[in-house]
């Protein structure tokens, strides 16, 4: 193609708009036309040499981070894209796919200085490029690890949910079969025809065995119990609602010789049906406090119920939050987690919901970093005029050789699968916005995380946070 035809081309497309004929013309010169049929135009990997400017076409890269593929970038004609004058890119990290019939001009990184000293206009234009680029992939990065961490809290609420939800259910169909058992009870102790005055000696006692007790568990009190009703000529058919309150063998005594022989069989099936009832009720009354408290703290840690911005935050307030949150799987795998709080430690001037992001992210690696019956620390303590939280664990530590690239975006050390490498990256953005920072430091068997928060300006509300995010290393191609 004739050098004039593109670069009548290149000034007829409106994001160049702006950019001098010469440099329009310096560019046509050294630039090379290709084009790529549809299908991947690069891959991860690829040594990325070249800056791209779309004369015809779409390119697009779609990034899976462990929430599914998502687009981040489309270019069309007109758009800049590739290795950008006074990047630090030097490999293509995802798949880059051709979308159709794409023709390019392409300008190799061995022009950049001459470019740089004879296209300051179109230069300029790649720098802005270069800029949006890194905002909008920030602004990607903070989306997929708030979709992957909510992802993480949705499962794990899920399961911690389940048992008291089943038990939940499980208490409401006993009572509906209870109540039919009470009716039928009562129905017989008003046949026998106590005396109110024996009535009310029933319920008192009744009132006194219905709480269960632990040691009253256990084969040899069934045994007893069932010996005493049958030495007594009565049905053992109830004996597991007896079992399940703290009547004694003593208790059962006093009450037979309480109630006439002929109402024993009554008053006894009255006493246990009574306890089924209170049992059950008392089942279903402790499931749903603990669904309560899950919400609760699930509510907490989130903070959905407040706008977003910067504030006083009790950080230990979260911290306990969030290891709530992580509970099930602190559980499960039988490790040790202790919460030390200096006294008098003031509030840190920060986000809150944010700070707990940071949190989970911190306390779950130290999940995974450590082994079984393994122990993470979480200290909060006042330095100076700032809040120091450290997290720390008694895992294999982390190598010398990779602790210095440990904040890299999507590097990590754990296996594939298991981790992307967004984490520490997106803890360490949520930390600035704030003016927090965070540290480690790591040996065989302890690594210690250390982040350290600023206090409100005395005497002065705190303000509303910036949400613009701060800019980053490139990460998308």
């Not at 790649?126 to 708030?146: F, G, I, N, P, W």
């Not at 009790?314 to 911290?319: K, Q, S």
Request: with cysteine; net charge negative; aromatic share 4%.
């Amino acid at each position: 193609m004739a050098i004039p035809e593109l670069v009548d081309r290149l000034s007829s497309m409106p994001q160049l708009e702006g950019v001098p004929v010469q440099e329009l013309e310096w560019l046509a010169t050294h630039g090379r036309l290709k084009v790529h049929e549809p299908g991947v135009f690069m891959a991860p990997g690829d040594a990325l040499e070249h800056l791209f400017i779309l004369l015809t076409g779409r390119v697009a890269v779609d990034v899976d981070r462990g929430v599914g593929p998502r687009r981040v970038f489309e270019w069309s004609p007109g758009d800049v894209t590739g290795l950008l004058p006074f990047s630090r890119m030097t490999e293509v990290r995802n798949d880059v796919l051709a979308e159709v019939p794409t023709e390019i001009l392409s300008i190799h990184q061995s022009h950049f200085p001459e470019m740089v000293s004879r296209c300051p206009g179109f230069t300029a234009h790649t720098v802005h490029t270069m800029l949006d680029r890194a905002r909008r992939l920030t602004s990607s990065d903070l989306q997929d690890e708030k979709m992957m961490s909510l992802g993480k809290l949705a499962a794990g609420l899920a399961h911690e949910l389940n048992n008291p939800a089943s038990a939940a259910m499980r208490g409401a169909r006993l009572l509906r079969a209870g109540l039919s058992g009470a009716e039928s009870a009562s129905r017989a102790l008003w046949r026998a025809g106590l005396s109110e005055a024996l009535i009310a000696s029933l319920e008192k006692l009744s009132a006194e065995w219905w709480e269960p007790a632990a040691s009253t568990l256990s084969m040899d009190r069934e045994g007893q119990i069932e010996d005493w009703l049958r030495r007594h000529g009565l049905d053992a058919s109830y004996v597991e609602d007896l079992v399940d309150t703290s009547i004694t063998i003593e208790g059962l005594d006093r009450l037979a010789h309480l109630v006439p022989a002929k109402a024993l069989d009554a008053a006894l099936r009255w006493v246990a049906a009574g306890s089924a009832i209170r049992l059950a009720a008392q089942d279903v009354e402790d499931a749903t406090v603990r669904i309560y408290d899950l919400v609760a703290a699930v509510k907490a840690f989130t903070h959905m119920d407040k706008a977003a911005g910067l504030e006083a935050v009790v950080v230990a307030d979260g911290l306990r939050d969030t290891m709530r949150i992580v509970e099930p799987r602190i559980r499960a795998k039988g490790v040790t987690i202790a919460l030390e709080v200096e006294p008098e430690v003031p509030p840190a001037r920060a986000v809150a919901s944010d700070l707990n992001q940071v949190w989970m992210n911190l306390i779950e690696n130290a999940i995974d970093a450590v082994g079984d019956s393994g122990r993470i620390e979480v200290a909060v303590r006042t330095e100076l005029d700032r809040v120091v939280v450290c997290v720390s664990d008694d895992g294999h530590g982390i190598a010398p050789e990779l602790i210095s690239r440990i904040f890299d975006p999507f590097f990590t050390t754990k296996p594939p699968g298991q981790g992307v490498g967004l984490g520490l990256e997106i803890a360490r953005q949520l930390l600035r916005r704030c003016g927090g920072e965070i540290a480690v430091s790591s040996e065989p068997g302890r690594t210690e995380f250390r982040v350290s928060l600023p206090t409100p300006p005395s005497g002065r509300e705190v303000g509303t946070a910036p949400r613009g995010t701060p800019i980053t290393a490139e990460q998308d191609m």
